[in-house]
């Protein structure tokens, strides 16, 4: 173990920089598929558990760069990747590449890849869209931006974190994605514990409630093919009201928003809900179906 800890000499197949709960997944799972590993991290402690299983311990950010072809970078934000990298001479980074996995906006993506390309460094960017504990699983989906070249000549090392999908040549692509899903998991996550909330005003227990709400209404009524469904539509900007208008999904979120303030629990999520569907409406939208909010939604708001 200690030659090597000691001896960093260009040939590990991949470098870590990054061991919080993520980047530690991540380098465990290079290490059970048997990839050479290095590994930096600023508190140098949290890599004794990789280096124990045959990992490369780097001291410096410069030399954990430089030991590997490819190095996937898994740190909190931007501003982190830049405090980071920042001070790394170009000696060290140039011809190699860097594969940034922390979330941030597209915008910050596209000036990594900037300053990436500023200093002759490859660059992709990601983001992980499991938890650690399923890093590694051939079905976890890993989103990745940036140059094809790049993605086809690192996929074999990529590859053994999950599934991973190249969204385009734009770098912002994978931020901006991975937060359209994260907002969409939040919202869902709102709408099932502020229901439960609801739900539990008249001494329903969330576990009777989600039996109700699982078992039998998103199925039927919310299910993820009911959506499919409705996609194309949205594509076409073609909202027909003939089982439903937006009028009538106004006075439903009317009852919840009057409801959830008689029941006492919290009755802001459905009064911003109500706020957007009279917005719709204000805009000519009424006799449409539900989903016209798409329109809405597409526009600046605060
Ligand atoms: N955990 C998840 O479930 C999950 C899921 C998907 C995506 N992600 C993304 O993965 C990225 C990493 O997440 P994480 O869960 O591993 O924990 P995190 O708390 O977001 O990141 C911790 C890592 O960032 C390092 N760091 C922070 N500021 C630093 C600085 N100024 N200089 C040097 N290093 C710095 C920490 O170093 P120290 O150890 O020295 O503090 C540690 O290695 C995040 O962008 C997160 O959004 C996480």
């Known amino acids: 173990m200690a030659d090597k800890e000691s001896s960093i000499s260009g040939d590990t197949e991949v470098t870590v920089l990054g061991l919080g709960p993520m980047g530690t997944a991540l380098a465990a799972a290079f290490l059970d598929k048997g990839r050479g590993l290095t590994v930096w991290n600023r508190t140098p402690a949290k890599a004794d558990g990789l280096v124990a299983r045959g990992a490369r311990r780097a001291d410096t950010v410069a030399e954990a760069v430089a030991a590997s072809p490819v190095t996937i970078v898994c740190l909190n934000d931007y501003a982190a990747f830049h405090r980071v990298l920042d001070p790394v001479g170009a000696g060290a980074l140039a011809g190699r590449t860097l594969v940034n996995l922390n979330s941030g906006t597209p915008a910050e993506a596209r000036a990594a890849a900037a300053w990436a390309d500023g200093r002759g460094v490859g660059y992709l960017d990601g983001a992980i869209m499991v938890p650690p504990v399923l890093v590694g699983r051939p079905e976890s989906v890993l989103l990745y931006s940036g140059p094809r070249e790049v993605f086809d000549r690192y996929e074999p090392t990529l590859g053994l974190l999950?599934?991973?999908?190249?969204?385009?040549?734009?770098?912002?692509?994978?931020?901006?994605?991975?937060?359209?899903?994260?907002?969409?998991?939040?919202?869902?996550?709102?709408?099932?514990?502020?229901?439960?909330?609801?739900?539990?005003?008249?001494?329903?227990?969330?576990?009777?409630?989600?039996?109700?709400?699982?078992?039998?209404?998103?199925?039927?009524?919310?299910?993820?093919?009911?959506?499919?469904?409705?996609?194309?539509?949205?594509?076409?900007?073609?909202?027909?009201?003939?089982?439903?208008?937006?009028?009538?999904?106004?006075?439903?979120?009317?009852?919840?928003?009057?409801?959830?303030?008689?029941?006492?629990?919290?009755?802001?999520?459905?009064?911003?809900?109500?706020?957007?569907?009279?917005r719709a409406i204000a805009q000519g939208r009424g006799a449409e179906n539900y989903f016209a909010m798409f329109e809405v939604f597409k526009t600046p708001g605060r």
């Open 162 to 278: 999950g599934d991973s999908r190249l969204l385009g040549a734009d770098p912002g692509l994978a931020v901006l994605l991975n937060t359209a899903l994260l907002g969409m998991m939040y919202a869902t996550l709102n709408g099932f514990l502020h229901a439960a909330a609801l739900a539990g005003s008249a001494d329903m227990s969330a576990t009777e409630f989600a039996d109700l709400a699982l078992g039998w209404f998103m199925p039927v009524v919310l299910s993820p093919a009911s959506l499919a469904e409705q996609a194309p539509n949205l594509d076409k900007g073609a909202y027909p009201g003939d089982f439903g208008t937006m009028t009538m999904n106004l006075n439903a979120l009317e009852h919840i928003a009057r409801t959830s303030v008689e029941q006492g629990v919290h009755a802001e999520l459905p009064a911003l809900m109500r706020e957007l569907a009279e």
